[in-house]
């Protein structure tokens, strides 16, 4: 495996050290030994430059060259498209929204060679909890429901954004107890001016549409601070932006019957994850098995914000939620910027020294179907 060439890194808003300058793109595309250019998001430039030096420390430390990672500053729309297009680039690492991504998408298919574009661009994230979940405690279910969504003011890619919930009693007294709870909520300011706006122009849509009912948290007039809001929806209602993200502290919750679920779950887009609050007795594989055709990450009674750098973490789904299907965190993500070649006949003295025979650099190789760190002689 060889790195894939420059890869140019278009950081998110959101998180200005996980998602941006020393993010998780910029980590695995420097560790896949590609050179890396950020263009650094305008919301936290002073960050962004202050964490550019820390990085250039440690390259100088780790005596690599310092021209293997740079980085641009600007406000100027049109450095997106320069750095897109510039004929060193050889990939793209993004986080951010469905608008910038596809605009990256169509940067690459305007170059002469087009190149790969490895987008995050976040998603509904649902969840859908059965009857026999919400038969202990109620309370306590609702409340984590309710910070999960609101957690960071709401800006996760992997916010949930929808709760599908029984249209019963007990979907009843789960409502009531997130409506009680939100009223006391009051987030942070959202991070930039752009989003407060886009947030409350969609808030506003959401609430012309006479069928939904909703409820808030208290105000924040800090900053660019706004309301928590939440929709309620009978499954019923044919409305396009009931299934579309809302970046900020809101979600939809729609009511259906148990049995309509599985039709909920195939009218989904691409998903980042998808959650299951359900008793170990519920017959949930038809559900389990439509929602992993749809998202990256399948999770059974727990909530989708948290996200951890593992071996086992795959954070990426379905278009639009990624513009492919590997994982943007974790250590399978550093497979985006690498690229296989295979060597065929070639003496040992003119191979790579990671495959020549006596493996100098002492690392685990597939020999013959076995695993071993020992020589070729010695192996065999």
Request: hydrophobic letters at 40%.
């Amino acid at each position: 495996l060889q790195g894939s060439g420059v890869v140019a890194v278009f950081a998110a808003s959101n998180f200005p050290f996980a998602f941006s300058v020393a993010g998780g793109d910029s980590a695995s595309a420097l560790a896949a030994g590609c050179p890396v250019i950020v263009k650094a998001h305008p919301s936290h430039p002073r960050t962004s430059q202050l964490t550019y030096e820390s990085v250039l420390r440690g390259i100088n430390e780790a005596g690599f060259s310092r021209d293997i990672f740079s980085i641009v500053q600007g406000t100027n729309p049109e450095i997106t498209g320069w750095l897109a297009k510039a004929s060193a680039v050889s990939a793209i690492g993004f986080t951010g929204s469905e608008v910038v991504g596809k605009i990256l998408l169509d940067f690459s298919r305007q170059r002469k060679v087009p190149i790969p574009v490895y987008a995050e661009m976040g998603s509904l994230n649902p969840v859908f909890i059965t009857p026999s979940a919400l038969e202990n405690d109620i309370k306590v279910l609702a409340t984590a429901a309710a910070d999960s969504a609101l957690l960071g003011s709401g800006q996760f890619c992997t916010k949930p954004g929808m709760f599908i919930v029984p249209s019963d009693s007990l979907g009843d007294t789960f409502i009531a107890e997130i409506e009680k709870y939100v009223a006391n909520q009051q987030t942070a300011p959202l991070l930039n001016k752009g989003i407060q706006k886009r947030y409350i122009d969609a808030m506003g849509k959401l609430a012309e549409i006479p069928e939904l009912v909703s409820f808030s948290g208290s105000e924040n007039l800090a900053g660019f601070g706004v309301t928590p809001k939440f929709f309620v929806s009978k499954w019923s209602v044919d409305e396009p932006a009931l299934f579309e993200e809302h970046f900020g502290p809101s979600s939809i919750i729609i009511r259906a019957s148990y049995s309509e679920y599985i039709d909920i779950a195939k009218t989904l887009k691409g998903q980042l994850t998808a959650t299951i609050h359900a008793a170990a007795s519920d017959d949930c594989k038809d559900l389990v098995d439509q929602l992993t055709q749809v998202s990256g990450r399948v999770i059974w009674n727990g909530f989708p914000t948290a996200v951890s750098v593992t071996a086992a973490q795959q954070h990426g789904g379905q278009w639009p939620a990624s513009s492919s299907q590997t994982t943007s965190v974790g250590l399978d993500a550093i497979y985006r910027f690498l690229r296989p070649v295979a060597f065929q006949n070639f003496p040992d003295s003119h191979l790579p020294p990671e495959l020549q025979n006596s493996n100098p650099y002492g690392i685990e190789r597939l020999i013959n179907g076995k695993k071993t760190s020992r020589p070729v002689e010695l192996a065999q």
